[in-house]
């Protein structure tokens, strides 16, 4: 594994309307900490019920997970308290950044928080561009990534939805989708 000094970080960002952005993040979290990069994971929507992931996280000592949103807030009822709730986490994620404790920083589902205009994608992107230390790689996900966002990212991936079992009636299920 390369020394920090000689590595080149790279940002990624998961996006699209088909399921798996978040859960091929996990791979890639789970990835880095096998490799014994120490890796911070903030989840800026989900909310604090328990999935799967995380319960497999906890099984690893270099990995520090942070659930934080409000839960799922696309019918949102307050939207003053999300923006205040994501503005909340960005500043949490920045500092969690800029700590230099972590190789991997994956922020999952802070592009919702972007596409409903709770933080300004150009803020991130800026961040990204100018304080998010050479080495650090970094991962975003979520539907509707800005424009900012996927031009500051080196990879960028789109998951396109063709079907889901949710479209036949069908729920989430316990460790395939959480």
Known sequence: ???????QGITLVH???GKGKSSGAFGVVFRAAGWGLKVCVIQFIKGKWKTGEQIAAEKFDNIEWHTMGDGFTWDTKNP???IKTSHEIWDFSRQKILSKKFDLVLLDEINYCSGYGWISG???AEFIKTQKPKWLH???TGRDAPQAIIDAANTVTEMTKIKHAFDEGILAAQGVEF
Do not use: N, S
């Open 138 to 140: 970094l991962l975003l």
């Open 80 to 82: 003053a308290q999300d």
């Open 122 to 124: 150009e803020e991130i």
């Open 15 to 17: 996006t699209g309307t």
């Open 1 to 7: 594994m390369k020394t920090r000094e000689r590595r």
